[in-house]
């Protein structure tokens, strides 16, 4: 992937996980995928992905992340129960939106 410019690095820096997600879900739309984020994770299991996407027969299991934040083993955890049920897996961050490498892996 291109490096940010330094303006893409600010606007990566200041995007919430919230208008991340609003961005992911519209794209995974447009790509004609099946989108689910739980709205409120009380009394969820912890660390449950952000967004599950259903296309076909394929399934993507996605954590979102505001730029320097890691995912918790809990979070770890679940990916990794996805990874093998033979979801692909995904940590995505606002930077992965701003460079285009969020379109590539829909498409």
């Given amino acids: 992937m291109t490096p940010l410019t330094e303006a893409q690095a600010v606007l990566a820096r200041a995007m919430t996980e919230k208008q991340l997600l609003a961005h992911v879900r519209a794209a995974a739309h447009t790509f004609g995928y099946r989108t689910y984020h739980t709205l409120r994770s009380t009394g969820s299991e912890p660390g449950f992905c952000d967004l599950i996407l259903l296309r076909g027969r394929v399934g993507l299991a996605v954590e979102l992340k505001r730029e320097g934040k890691d995912t918790t083993p809990a979070q770890d955890g679940w990916l990794h129960a996805f990874a093998n049920a033979g979801f692909r897996t995904a940590i ?4 992965d939106w701003l460079n285009g490498r969020i379109l ?3 498409e």
Avoid at 92 to 95: A, H, I, L, S, T
């Fill in 92 to 95: 995505w961050r606002p930077r």
């Fill in 104 to 106: 590539e892996e829909l």
